[in-house]
């Protein structure tokens, strides 16, 4: 058998916009914690005071990798104003639900993503893993911004080469 060769070049994460856009997350106030979850049989993994810790913890733990990771990424090549990473995991009540389309929840939820343009830039810190404000990082909005401005810019370098 042959080998596969490919012609990779490396990645010019510098150039790279990563905008990650969550849907929200229901607000955790840490309610699974060692103590309580060490006393645990497998139907309490299942379903434990009408929640399903076994599903919360692995949604959660999927998202949060792949945000550490891509975190990871751009903050150790020092172009971590490329990545930005826009996720409310405060919602409660039926905006934390995924299947309640009333008009009414549906408004709450334009308003919950207008509040959240206005909030400050977060990013994870690696040492914790939690979402924490970056000093001097604007808002969303402020950020959103620098990526549309990015993106212009690029277009009208493109254009101008050809």
Not at 5 to 29: C, H, I, Y
Not at 46 to 55: C, E, T
Request: aromatic share 6%; with cysteine; charged share 25%.
């Amino acid at each position: 058998m042959g080998r596969f060769k490919f012609n990779v070049k490396p990645m010019e994460t510098d150039r790279m916009l990563v905008l990650s856009l969550g849907t929200g997350t229901a607000k955790q106030e840490e309610k699974y914690n060692a103590a309580i979850a060490s006393k645990w049989g497998q139907l309490n993994w299942v379903m434990d005071n009408g929640a399903a810790p076994l599903l919360d913890v692995y949604g959660h733990a999927c998202a949060d990798m792949v945000d550490i990771h891509i975190s990871t990424l751009f903050q150790s090549l020092r172009c971590e104003l490329n990545y930005l990473r826009i996720q409310n995991d405060t919602l409660t009540g039926d905006a934390s639900s995924v299947d309640v389309a009333t008009e009414e929840n549906l408004k709450r939820l334009v308003q919950i993503g207008e509040e959240l343009l206005e909030k400050p830039v977060s990013r994870v810190d690696l040492d914790t893993g939690r979402f924490v404000s970056i000093k001097n990082g604007g808002t969303n909005t402020e950020a959103l911004n620098y990526f549309a401005q990015m993106l212009s810019d690029e277009k009208r370098l493109k254009e101008c080469e050809d």
